[in-house]
Nanobody, 117 residues
């Protein structure tokens, strides 16, 4: 079955960096788009960034210029490099695959990112 396993979350001060990873298995990695969503406390889950099968990348306005999404097809892994982190970036970050952005078919378990001032 399809599995998405995130890692790389943690606690960091504002201005710092983190790199999230999402290891995928159980399907052809490059066959459909993937992305990162996040859910802040008390808020709805939102799309942070996604990459389509042809390699097109899209970012939420709030993270443009600070976050970079990438994928390594040889390692079946999706990444999210997060720089210049802000307190409002705090939340649980989820990896998702296929049928983005409307209704992803697959989700990871989430990884916590906490940014303090």
């Amino acid at each position: 079955q399809v599995q998405l396993v995130e890692s790389g979350g943690g606690s960091v001060q504002a201005g710092g960096s983190l790199k999230l990873s999402c290891a995928a298995s159980g399907y052809i990695f490059s066959s459909c788009g993937m992305g990162w969503y996040r859910q802040a406390p008390g808020k709805e889950r939102e799309l942070v960034s996604r990459i389509s099968s042809p390699g097109t990348t899209i970012y939420a306005d709030s993270v443009k210029g600070r976050f970079t999404i990438s994928q390594d097809n040889a390692k079946n892994t999706l990444y999210l490099q997060m720089n210049s982190l802000k307190t409002e970036d705090t939340g649980v970050y989820y990896c998702a695959a296929c049928n983005l952005p409307t209704r992803p078919h697959y989700w990871g378990q989430g990884t916590q990112v906490s940014v303090s001032s």
